[in-house]
Each structure stands twice: as structure tokens, then as C-alpha cells.
């Protein structure tokens, strides 16, 4: 693909009906306030509930080339054409029948014969610019299923100038490096893969450094600015190493030789450590960061940067193994390593929820039987964690421990009682104090004023007559 603005295809709509835990239509936005593709969607929501589900249909449903079909036999000759010089692609096509028959009857929403799939995508405008040249791709897709089996599935085509394949790149929420170090790594050909086969290894980001560095050496054309941007990113993306040479290849252990650093070396406040035996968050960002690098390396060889170019990414479960400092600062870090890719993931964490309230948030709940999809959920960006913690985006009913929650909501109702027992009596009074010492601004004046706002409130939204 070439280093133009055709490479800069991002997603914009997804629509499903009849699709697993989604029954009537649903859409999730994939664009900010102003229509365009937004470069991070955060979807939230509990588990099992559909997330993974979206992920899996916004990967089934990006764009791959659509094969020409063979040309026809000069006159009457029957002969098979030879298909060596068929023409280039004009066609794209979702990437849905690229997988298996067993993934796709599994999409049908159970009790249901018919799943409809449809997604918007723009094409050729980068995040920060507006140009006339943009344009969208659109496509749809029908699943028909019968006793679990899948019978047909039929999809639009979309004819274009230039035919374009963007790179998708999906991450599964069981991502993690290669267990075996005995065997030689290689790109797995599906690069969303992991969505769907949770035993799927990352590549061997430690293979892949020294790969680089050894061609570095041997002046192999790119080797040494890409090795030097993969050091870069993995800068910005790990807590506590703070500076490129904190990375250091050492190569491979010789022959019989004995003690020596070997490997690829991290320089930690603890000093040097070997990068497989860094904690598993480290290792984990450190596969993934390298895994899409790489990638983007092979899709865009001719590019100056390759970190710089445009793709797709899909993260389930972004906060995986990350400490809440680390996940406060993921976003920025991320943006700045890559700064063309539009990324959507899914999350658990309200402390990395409280980091994307700015920008584009779905919420994903079940209501009778059925996946429901909010988009652009309503937040106040001055949040506390706790205000995230139980506001609508979460709904956990209190900020305190479960006992001390329930402490309080044993107070409520005893405070509402017209009437108390003397056990009672004694019994609101030590509840007052537990509520006193774990609310210290808390005063009698300032809970009937709350009371009175929340009656109020009730009344007009038409709960409380």
C-alpha cells in the first residue's frame, strides 16, 4: 500500500440486529462530536454482556480485497483463463468470510435465523485534517443460520478508485507473549486472530528486537531507525524506563561461554533485568506495542516512520495487568507512540474510564434479555474516581466497602421509620457515628438539603407522586 492518504481508512459506524446478546437493532458511534472518525472509543460495561461481541463484528466487518473475477476467453475458446494475469482488485469487501463457518453461525443471536451486520468507514482524511478528497465505505452483511448451522451469508461490495486493504490489527483479552522460545516466531496471517483463538501467542517482541539489531549491524536497509522507534515507543509506553539507551541488546549467548549479560536488558530502578522476566504488564505491553509495530513495518516498508502510519486497533480488556497509575497515563502514551491508529477497546476500570471522558464512550447494558448500546453516556469530566465509580457508566451503588455501604443503607431506612424502638434508637445512633467518621463533612443540615433535592428530583422525573 502506498504512503498516501488512502491508507487512512478508520471505522465510523457499526450496526447489528440479531447478533448474539443483541436482539433489535442496535448502533455503536465510532465519531466525535463533529462526525469524524474518532481516534480512541472506550466501550464499557459488564461482563458478558457484548463487548467482545462488538469487537469481533468491527473486525469481521473492515475492508479486504474483494477478488476479480478471471477474465473472459478471447471468442469461443473454453480454456481455463490464466489467472496470473487477471486484473488488480477494484472491489473491497468485508473481511466476514474469512472466517470460519463455525465463528460465523455462532454470531446468530440464539432462536434466531437471520443476523444483519452493517459498518460505515471513512476514506483518505487523516484525524487533524478536512479535506474535499474524503469519502465512505459502506457495507452490509446477512447471516442466515438454521438448528446452529450456518446456511448462507451474502454481502455488499463496494467498488472504489483505488482498492484498499487498511490494516486491522485485534488483540484478544487473553493476549501474551510466546510461552516457547525454542521455535522461530512469524506474523500470524489473520492479524485480528486473537479475537477469536484465545490460545494465540503474541510474537516474540525479544526476537524481533534482536532481529533488528543484528540487521542494524549488517547495514540491512531500515533495520536501525526502525529498531530506534520501536525503542522509542517502548519509551513513552513503559512506566520507569525513561530514556532509549535504558534498552540495551546484548545478542545471543556464545557457544560455551559462560555468565555475561545476553538478551534484550531493561534497565529498572532495580537495575538491569531481562525483558522476559519483567513483570507480566511490561511484558504483555511491550509484545503487543512491538507486535503492531512490526506489523505496520511490513505494510508500510517504504515509509520513513512506520509507527507514524495509519491502522485500526482492537484492544478487549485495554487495563489488562496494568497498575491504575499506569492506566491514568495509557492513553497519551499510547497517542503519542502512534499517533495515526485509531484505536477501540474494551475496559473494567473506572480509573482508565476517568482518563476517556473527553472522548468517545459507549456503555453496553442488558435489559430485558437484550444488549443495549449508549453511546455518548452522559459524564461530568470533573469527575472524582468515586463519582465514576457510581455514576451511570458503572452503577455501583456505593463508594464504600460493601459492609460500610450496607451500614449506610441500614441507616437510611432507619431514619425514615416514623416510629424507632429503643434498640433501634441506640442503633441509629452508632450508625450516625460510623457515618460521621467516614464522611467528615457530614452535618444533619446538609442531609435534609440533600433529601429534600433528591425528593424534589423525584417527583419531576415521575417516580415519586
Not at 460495561?45 to 476467453?73: E, F, H, I, R, Y
Not at 424502638?421 to 446538609?446: G, I, Q, R
Request: hydrophobic content about 40%; aromatic content about 6%.
Amino acid at each position: 500500500m502506498s504512503n498516501t492518504a488512502d491508507c487512512h481508512v478508520y471505522l465510523k459506524r457499526l450496526s447489528l440486529t440479531n447478533v448474539r446478546s443483541f436482539g433489535d437493532e442496535q448502533t455503536l458511534d465510532l465519531t466525535t462530536t463533529d462526525g469524524r472518525a474518532a481516534r480512541w472509543t472506550l466501550i464499557l460495561g459488564d461482563n458478558g454482556v457484548g463487548k467482545t461481541t462488538l469487537l469481533q463484528c468491527l473486525a469481521s466487518m473492515c475492508p479486504v480485497l474483494a477478488a476479480s473475477p478471471p477474465p473472459k476467453p478471447a471468442g469461443n475458446k473454453q480454456e481455463a483463463p490464466d489467472t496470473i494475469n487477471a486484473p488488480p482488485p477494484t472491489f473491497v469487501e468485508p473481511a466476514l468470510l474469512r472466517r470460519e463457518d463455525a465463528e460465523l453461525a455462532a454470531l446468530a443471536r440464539t432462536g434466531t435465523e437471520v443476523a444483519t451486520l452493517s459498518v460505515l468507514l471513512s476514506s483518505g482524511q487523516a484525524f487533524n485534517e478536512r479535506t474535499e478528497t474524503a469519502s465512505e465505505i459502506a457495507f452490509k452483511a446477512t447471516i442466515k443460520v438454521a438448528d446452529g448451522e450456518l446456511v448462507d451469508v451474502t454481502q455488499t461490495k463496494v467498488r472504489i478508485g483505488k482498492a484498499i486493504e487498511p490494516l486491522v490489527v485485534a488483540y484478544g483479552a487473553a493476549r501474551h507473549m510466546r510461552y516457547r522460545g525454542s521455535e522461530p516466531f512469524s506474523l500470524h496471517p489473520d492479524t485480528t486472530a486473537s479475537l477469536f483463538d484465545p490460545s494465540l501467542e503474541l510474537v516474540d517482541a525479544k526476537e524481533i528486537l534482536e532481529q533488528l539489531d543484528y540487521g542494524a549491524s549488517k547495514g540491512q536497509a531500515g533495520a536501525k531507525i526502525l529498531l530506534k522507534h520501536i525503542k522509542e515507543a517502548l519509551v513513552r509506553l513503559l512506566p520507569d524506563v525513561k530514556k532509549v539507551s535504558a534498552i540495551t541488546l546484548y545478542g545471543p549467548a556464545s557457544p560455551g561461554a559462560k555468565g555475561g549479560k545476553v538478551g534484550v536488558q531493561i534497565k529498572t530502578p532495580y537495575g538491569e533485568v531481562p525483558l522476559n522476566e519483567l513483570s507480566l504488564g511490561y511484558q504483555t505491553m511491550t509484545a503487543w506495542a512491538i507486535d503492531l509495530a512490526w506489523r505496520l513495518y511490513h505494510q508500510f516498508p517504504e515509509a520513513a516512520d512506520p509507527l507514524q502510519m495509519p491502522a485500526i486497533v482492537i484492544i478487549d480488556e485495554l487495563d489488562l495487568h496494568l497498575h491504575p497509575r499506569w492506566q491514568r497515563e495509557l492513553r497519551e502514551s499510547i497517542s503519542a507512540a502512534f499517533p495515526n491508529v485509531q484505536f477501540i477497546a474494551t475496559a473494567h476500570s473506572p480509573l482508565l474510564a476517568q482518563s476517556y471522558l473527553d472522548t468517545n464512550l459507549a456503555v453496553i447494558r442488558e435489559e430485558a434479555g437484550q444488549a443495549l448500546i449508549e453511546n455518548n453516556p452522559i459524564v461530568n469530566k470533573r469527575w472524582r474516581i468515586d463519582e465514576v465509580v457510581t455514576s451511570a457508566l458503572y452503577e455501583v451503588d456505593s463508594a464504600f466497602s460493601p459492609f460500610i455501604g450496607k451500614q449506610l443503607r441500614k441507616r437510611t431506612k432507619l431514619k425514615q421509620k416514623q416510629r424507632l424502638t429503643s434498640a433501634e434508637k441506640n442503633e441509629l445512633d452508632k450508625l450516625d457515628k460510623l457515618a460521621s467518621e467516614v464522611t467528615p463533612t457530614f452535618d444533619p443540615e446538609s442531609e435534609r438539603a440533600l433529601d429534600v433535592i433528591k425528593r424534589a428530583a423525584a417527583v419531576l422525573d415521575g417516580r415519586q407522586k
